[in-house]
């Protein structure tokens, strides 16, 4: 008797958590511009670019935890944006066609600490050149209320959005 109780709690607990996470969509983060070119025009979604140091930046670790983990944004990020993730890491070796991409970005939008948030579209010219059209960008919610980061993070997004949107 004991163990089909503990066996049928244990497989409702199990139920409960198989529903939780198939009602909070998973992020879907990307390394590859073009990929991540084609996806926005496909979509009309901005692009979502999270300039990073994985594996040294404690601020872009807080945001990760206080914001993109929080479902407020899980939700918001699934509907409205195409995430790239922009990685600049000093312990590890990117490959180097995304280390000479992820450079070029820096450069492009003029990155000079992390983390570092953009977002716009990339337009392909007429002569293969990539033209992007900035919506802005943001950093760490700084001045949130503790616990709340993901509502002024997502405040602050959704005037970008708004202001730029195609």
């Not at 509907?79 to 990117?94: A, G, N, Q, S, Y």
Request: glycine share 6%; charged share 25%.
């Amino acid at each position: 008797m004991k163990k089909t109780f503990l066996l049928g709690s244990l497989l409702m607990f199990m139920a409960m958590q198989i529903g939780l996470a198939q009602s909070t969509p998973a992020l879907e983060w990307h390394t590859d511009l073009a990929k991540v070119q084609q996806i926005s025009q496909k979509t009309n979604k901005p692009i979502f670019a999270f300039f990073t140091g994985s594996d040294w930046c404690g601020w872009c670790r807080k945001l990760q935890s206080d914001v993109f983990a929080k479902p407020e944004f899980i939700k918001w990020a699934s509907e409205k944006v195409v995430l790239l993730e922009l990685d600049f890491p000093r312990r590890t070796r990117l490959a180097p066609d995304l280390e000479k991409q992820n450079q070029e970005l820096q450069q492009a939008f003029g990155i000079k600490g992390y983390p570092t948030i953009w977002l716009f579209y990339l337009n392909e010219k007429d002569n293969n050149q990539r033209e992007i059209a900035a919506l802005g960008s943001l950093g760490y919610p700084m001045g949130a209320t503790a616990g709340q980061e993901q509502v002024k993070f997502l405040e602050d997004a959704n005037l970008l959005f708004k202001a730029g949107k195609k």
